[in-house]
Nanobody, 124 residues
């Protein structure tokens, strides 16, 4: 089991950058495949980015490809999401998720553990 806590959300102007952090508890953080999802008002939760256990492979949604960077520091039990060139459509609650097993990484059902979410608002 792992517990996740997101931070770094807030208000950012369009074109600006932000960095989200997800702190995980437990001594087996490196065993988990990690991901970020987001959910905008009135919309379904959508995949943003994912990273493999050792951080050697990353995956991105088309909407953030070229703008977003996911990374992790297993020594600090933390995963990050760097977003550049923020757009109003990036406004959403961002969730950190963890999976112990391989699966369909872009589907929320593949992840058994979730954080509470952190709100990001990008203004025009």
């Amino acid at each position: 089991q792992v517990q996740l806590v997101e931070s770094g959300g807030g208000l950012v102007q369009a074109g600006g950058s932000l960095r989200l952090s997800c702190a995980a508890s437990g001594r087996t953080f490196s065993n988990y495949f990690m991901a970020w999802f987001r959910q905008a008002p009135g919309k379904e939760r959508e995949f943003v980015a994912a990273i493999s256990r050792a951080g050697r492979r990353t995956y991105y949604a088309e909407s953030v490809k070229g703008r977003g960077t996911i990374s992790r520091d297993n020594a600090k039990n933390t995963v990050y999401l760097q977003m550049n060139s923020g757009k109003p459509e990036d406004t959403a609650v961002y969730y950190c998720a963890a999976s112990l097993f391989d699966g369909s990484i872009m589907r929320s059902s593949a992840y058994a553990y979730w954080g509470q979410g952190t709100q990001v608002t990008v203004s025009s």
